[in-house]
Every structure is written in C-alpha cells, then in structure tokens.
C-alpha cells in the first residue's frame, strides 16, 4: 500500500509542478469550445440543444492530449525499468498512474466545463448535472487512455493513434454520457439508465483496464 | 547500508541463457554463477549483449532459452520472485527532474522498500557527496551529479543484487571511487554485484567476465580458473 500510495503522490506533485500539461489541455478545451460558436453562428437555440455533446467531446480530446505521456516520461528517464522491478504488481503501478492522471486532469477539466458551457449557452442551473455526469465518465477516459498510452510507448509521440486504437472504448463513454446529460436536462427518458450503464462503464475500466495496461507494457518490454 | 532485516540471496546462478534481439542472437548460452560476496565485472565490445544479459536477470526482457535461479529458485517466474531482490541501473538515472533528490529517493524508498528511511536517505546522499543539493530540483544538477543522485538509490534501498550497466559513465574521478567504494561495501555485507562496463571499478577484489560474440568466456580474468 505504501508503494502504492508513493506512485500516486509523486505523479500528484509531478503533475502540480509540471503545470504546463494542465495548462495545454485546459487551452486545448477551451480553443476546441470557442471557436465552436464562431463557426456555427450565433444561433443559440442550436447552440444550446448541441452544447451538452460537444462540451463531452471536448472533454475527452483535451483528456487524450495529455495521456499519451502517461508511461512515456518514465521510459525516457529509465524510471519504468524501476517501477517494473519492485514489489508491487505493475497493475497497480498503471491504477495509481491512471487515478493520478484523472486527478490532475480529468478533474480540472471536468470543473472547467459549466464555465465554457457559457459560450454555448448551456444552461448554468445545469452545471451541477454536467459536473456529476463528467465526473462519473472521465475516470473511465484515464483508465482506457492508460491501455492505449501503454501500446502506443515504443511510437514516441503516439497522440492520434492511441485516440485511433481506443476509440472503439471511448465512444460508449461518450454515447452514455451524453445521454445522462440530455436526459437529465429535460430530454425523454429517464436519466437513471444511461447514468448508470456510463457507472459500469467506468467500473469496469477501473477493474479490467490497469490488467490490459500491464500486459501491453509487459509484452513491449520482455519480447 | 547494511542488510539488516533485508532479503538475502546467497548465489545468482544464470544457466544456458540465449536471448534474441530483433532477430539476432545476441546471448548465446551463457552459463555463470555469482555468490554473496561477489563483484563481478561485464566486459566486452559495444553490442555483445552485456545491457541484454542484465536486463534479462532483472526480468525485464525475456530469455530466448536457458533460466536465472535465485538460490535454486526460477527468477523468470511470472510475477518474478526477483523484484524484491534486485536493484537495476540502467544508463539513464530513474529521477524526475522536477522533484528535488531527496524527493527523488524518498519516492524510491517507498516505492521499492515500503518505508520512507530519512536516515538511510541521508546515508546515500553523504556516500555520493550530495549532502549539499538534497534538496536541489535535479533538473539543475550536472551530469555527473545525476548520475550519482541516481546511484544513491542503491544505497536508500538496500537489496542484495546490484546489476549496475554502465555506472561510470559521467563521473569523475573522485565519484568513480565513491562507487568503487560503494560496490566493496555492498559485496562486503554480502551482496552481489553485476557491473557492465568499459572502464575500471575499483572495487577490491572483483572477477571479470569477458563477453565476446554473444558467447561468455567463463572464466575469470584474474586467475584463469574457470568461473
């Protein structure tokens, strides 16, 4: 447990004093936001029936931005060979990586989203809903970005292929959470079903993603 | 820096190992056996597989053919038995740049001991003469001075193998002989070390292994008995 506790606080304060990565996904979230009204017109009936979906997507581009480096700065700084030779099982190693990166990103972005929901006159009593509806689907973006950041380690900078080869797992997260938010807010149907497939969802990314991770990492390392 | 209440480990013993890389055979049957107490020098010309051969005893790259036994127990096991028994430094230095060194060995001695030991962080700081840039970031220090930041892990954590590729390289004379002296403590306790290298490690009394061609010439250097 303390091994497991030290991977996460160091990759807590290596993610505070390295602000600049937090700070390129939040510019990131709100270039892709801004420049959304610019382009479509200052139809706001439109804006507002579009903004809970775009705000979702949003939210899980600028979260892939900066997860391709999950293992890459422990590879090139020789720390990986570490983490792969002490006691505690490189699964945990990924969950504790992976619970970090949705506490110093996930997180920021998640609370960032209702401030450019304004932009696109997204509701602001609703911004409760779209906190808790991103908070329950953007750990399972850290997760599954955790497995494609762990394939795509050798490619160096493997941005667009990690989105490529994940996106199959990315767009049931992105289908159920936008649904929980529409429903929430007024559309047909009831919220509780697509909130809590979007639950499981995330579950099972928290369970089974870490064991998917360590074996990618694992079979790019040992041959 | 002793091994007190630390795993032992009494003989590492690698037999028949072969390992492919991208095609090549780069180790081909090599067969040694190292006891507590043993320094042992790697050398051989760039490329004959003296990084390969300690990554595979550290489990991180997979063997072709041929096993690594700790005290007659299979190290290639899944998960390896090894990881609580060996320490790997490999020729970058395992520290992030933006925690200070005693952040840096602090996180190791957590990460690979279970416990944050201020005292033997000070112990490893003060063998590799960092006293005054314990709490330096390391991306201000030099070269020479990261690499010894790095090796102050094998101190922090105490662990009975040392596989050490390269520890040399970026360092003076002086932090040469604190790694010197570093390696005769440890084989001193009982330790093992395993040391790829081109240049000298003045270690006390050490046995070499020549690599040549993939092929271990099994014997030692000093004496000519074989290993």
Redesign the interface.
């Known amino acids: 447990m303390t091994a497991f506790l030290a991977v996460l606080r160091r990759d807590l304060q290596l993610g505070v004093r390295e602000g600049g990565a937090l700070g390129t996904a939040l510019g990131f979230y709100l270039v892709v936001i801004a420049i959304l009204p610019l382009g479509l017109g200052p139809d706001l009936d439109l804006l507002q029936r579009i903004s809970g979906g775009v705000l979702w997507i949003g939210l899980l581009l600028s979260s892939l931005l900066s997860i391709d480096r999950l293992f890459a700065h422990d590879l090139e700084d020789g720390s990986l060979d570490v983490l792969m030779s002490g006691a505690l099982p490189l699964e945990l190693v990924v969950t504790a990586k992976a619970i970090a990166h949705f506490l110093v990103f996930g997180l920021p972005l998640v609370l960032f989203a209702p401030l450019l929901g304004l932009m696109l006159n997204f509701p602001l009593p609703a911004s409760g809903v779209l906190v808790g509806t991103m908070a329950l689907g953007a750990p399972a973006v850290s997760f599954v970005g955790a497995i494609g950041a762990a394939l795509t380690l050798p490619v160096g900078r493997g941005g667009l292929l990690l989105a490529l080869l994940m996106l199959p797992f990315f767009i049931p997260i992105l289908i159920f959470g936008i649904a929980t938010l529409n429903a929430s807010l007024g559309g047909p149907g009831s919220a509780a079903t697509p909130a809590l497939i979007l639950t499981a969802l995330t579950l099972a990314a928290l369970v089974l993603a870490p064991f998917a991770a360590a074996f990618a990492l694992r079979v790019q390392f040992r041959g | 820096m002793t091994d007190v209440g630390a795993p032992t480990v009494s003989a590492l013993s690698v037999a028949r190992l072969s390992c492919h890389?991208g095609g090549q055979l780069v180790l081909d049957d090599v067969t040694f056996r190292v006891a507590a107490g043993d320094a042992v020098l790697l050398l051989g010309p760039n490329g004959v597989g003296k990084t390969t051969l300690l990554r595979v005893i550290?489990?991180?790259?997979?063997p072709s053919s041929g096993s690594v036994t700790l005290d007659g127990i299979e190290a290639m096991a899944d998960?390896p038995p090894?990881?609580?028994f060996?320490h790997?430094f490999?020729?970058?230095?395992?520290?992030?740049?933006?925690?200070t060194v005693r952040?840096n060995l602090s996180?190791?001695q957590?990460?690979?001991g279970?416990?944050d030991d201020a005292d033997a962080c000070d112990a490893a700081l003060r063998s590799f003469g960092l006293d005054d840039l314990a709490e330096l970031p390391v991306s201000v220090l030099s070269t020479g001075q990261r690499r010894r930041a790095?090796l102050a892990?094998l101190i922090a954590v105490s662990r009975p193998i040392w596989l050490l590729d390269e520890p040399n390289h970026g360092l003076d004379a002086d932090s040469r002989r604190a790694l010197a002296d570093a390696v005769r403590a440890h084989v001193y306790d009982g330790g093992m070390s395993l040391i790829a290298t081109h240049s000298e490690v003045e270690a006390g009394p050490v046995r070499r292994l020549q690599l040549g061609a993939g092929q271990l010439d099994v014997r030692d250097a000093d004496s000519g008995v074989p290993a």
């Open positions: 890389r550290a489990g991180l790259l997979r998960p090894s990881r609580a060996m790997i490999g020729p970058q230095n395992g520290l992030k740049s933006t925690l952040e996180f190791w957590r990460f690979l279970e416990e790095g892990r």
